[in-house]
């Protein structure tokens, strides 16, 4: 079509383009496409173009994209998936139902082997799939999702119980989404986790990390390690090598968007012994099978795009998503991470 974008390399569904002083993106999925720019006229000019080839149909100001609701003023931003909560809530019947107060209880201990199995299996593996489908703004019940979804291939009547509690939650908190205000430091900033061990029938251990630009999030995952991990601090280190891999990707899609990341980029974790396995360049005999992880942090430590930081537990952030807390730590760590009720905004949207 000759109209000058570049495709991104860090995500092949983005294109950018500079022309005469402004900055025009596309971001597409499937036939669906997002275009956003510093001048609107050259916004109308690219609309037309498109048209032109393939006919489309403009939908106006972003409000709704892949299930995510968007309301905007002139000093904020805020990401929900309520009408999709509200559906999964409706469907199971918990409308009255009174909320509970954290996604699941703590020190709550789920089994492949007690309980009733489950009649009709595909009951709870179809909500589990709708829940998935919340990790996109309710990074709350990220961690209670992926226990739950271990247990797909024969659920019980534990696991269902379990699951409905998640809604429960999901219930009283069916207003709360992602808050960016419009003015924001470009200064990022990660946390990185790791719960040893966390899988009660593998001995895996969990890592998490998150990610914010300023005071907004920007990205964050839970996921269970590829490999058992001897202690500890080898969990920590695994999770901050993965947490080093998505800044380096993400200060990568930031320059793909013209936005100036300061470095070095701090990362914050809590372990003693990996704090000391950071700083200290010498492999120790238990930890030379980490030397792959340790290289790759040291490196970009050394490179000056990394810096590490220790920081109390109860400050992590990023232990959102690698266990279930008590009530309070819970929903202290959500407004933090900016993810707070649409009522409680200042001035609402």
Same mark, same amino acid.
């Given at each position: 079509?000759?109209?000058?974008?570049?495709?991104?390399?860090?995500?092949?569904?983005?294109?950018?383009?500079?022309?005469?002083?402004?900055?025009?993106?596309? /971001?597409? %999925?499937?036939?669906?496409?997002?275009?956003?720019?510093?001048?609107?006229?050259?916004?109308?000019?690219?609309?037309?173009?498109?048209?032109?080839?393939?006919?489309?149909?403009?939908? $106006?100001?972003?409000?709704?994209?892949?299930?995510?609701?968007?309301?905007?003023?002139?000093?904020?931003?805020?990401?929900?998936?309520?009408?999709?909560?509200?559906?999964?809530?409706?469907?199971?019947?918990?409308?009255?139902?009174?909320?509970?107060?954290?996604?699941?209880?703590?020190?709550?201990?789920?089994?492949?082997?007690?309980?009733?199995?489950?009649?009709?299996?595909?009951?709870?593996?179809? =909500?589990?799939?709708?829940?998935?489908?919340?990790?996109?703004?309710?990074?709350?019940?990220?961690?209670?999702?992926?226990?739950?979804?271990?247990?797909?291939?024969?659920?019980?009547?534990?696991?269902?119980?379990?699951?409905? @509690?998640?809604?429960?939650?999901?219930? $009283?908190?069916?207003?709360?989404?992602?808050?960016?205000?419009?003015?924001?430091?470009?200064?990022?900033?990660? %946390?990185?986790?790791?719960?040893?061990?966390?899988?009660?029938?593998?001995?895996?251990?969990?890592?998490?990390?998150?990610?914010?630009?300023?005071?907004?999030?920007?990205?964050?995952?839970?996921?269970?390690?590829?490999?058992?991990?001897?202690?500890?601090?080898?969990?920590? %280190?695994?999770?901050?090598?993965?947490?080093?891999?998505?800044?380096?990707?993400?200060?990568?899609?930031?320059?793909?968007?013209?936005?100036?990341?300061? /470095?070095?980029?701090?990362?914050? %974790?809590?372990?003693?012994?990996?704090? @000391?396995?950071?700083?200290?360049?010498?492999?120790?005999?238990?930890?030379?099978?980490?030397?792959?992880?340790?290289?790759?942090?040291?490196?970009?430590?050394?490179?000056?795009?990394?810096?590490?930081?220790?920081?109390?537990?109860?400050?992590?952030?990023?232990?959102?998503?690698?266990?279930?807390?008590?009530?309070?730590? @819970? @929903?202290?760590?959500?407004?933090?991470?900016?993810?707070?009720?649409?009522?409680? =905004?200042?001035?609402?949207?």
């Amino acid at each position: 079509m000759g109209l000058g974008f570049a495709q991104s390399k860090q995500d092949y569904s983005l294109f950018t383009r500079s022309l005469d002083g402004e900055f025009l993106a596309i /971001l597409v %999925y499937v036939d669906d496409m997002v275009v956003t720019c510093t001048h609107m006229p050259q916004i109308n000019v690219v609309k037309h173009a498109l048209d032109k080839e393939f006919t489309i149909k403009d939908l $106006g100001a972003l409000n709704y994209f892949l299930g995510i609701q968007i309301s905007r003023t002139s000093s904020i931003v805020f990401l929900s998936q309520k009408k999709y909560m509200n559906d999964i809530i409706v469907d199971c019947g918990m409308e009255s139902n009174d909320p509970s107060p954290a996604p699941l209880p703590v020190g709550l201990k789920l089994s492949t082997e007690i309980g009733d199995v489950l009649d009709e299996p595909e009951i709870y593996r179809r =909500l589990i799939g709708r829940l998935l489908n919340l990790g996109l703004t309710r990074l709350d019940s990220s961690y209670s999702i992926w226990h739950l979804n271990q247990f797909l291939h024969q659920p019980r009547v534990p696991h269902l119980k379990a699951a409905l @509690h998640v809604v429960k939650y999901l219930q $009283g908190t069916k207003d709360f989404g992602l808050f960016y205000p419009a003015n924001n430091k470009l200064l990022v900033t990660a %946390y990185s986790d790791s719960d040893w061990s966390a899988c009660q029938f593998s001995s895996r251990s969990l890592s998490a990390y998150v990610v914010c630009l300023g005071d907004s999030l920007v990205s964050w995952k839970t996921k269970k390690q590829s490999t058992v991990s001897k202690s500890s601090a080898e969990a920590e %280190y695994r999770s901050m090598s993965a947490t080093a891999s998505e800044l380096v990707w993400l200060n990568g899609l930031l320059k793909d968007l013209q936005v100036a990341v300061s /470095l070095p980029i701090t990362m914050y %974790y809590d372990n003693t012994s990996a704090e @000391h396995l950071a700083l200290n360049p010498k492999f120790h005999e238990k930890t030379k099978h980490l030397k792959r992880d340790m290289h790759y942090v040291r490196e970009q430590v050394e490179a000056g795009f990394l810096a590490t930081s220790h920081i109390q537990c109860s400050a992590q952030l990023a232990d959102l998503l690698t266990k279930a807390l008590a009530s309070q730590q @819970h @929903h202290l760590l959500c407004s933090k991470l900016g993810l707070v009720s649409q009522a409680h =905004l200042e001035g609402g949207i």
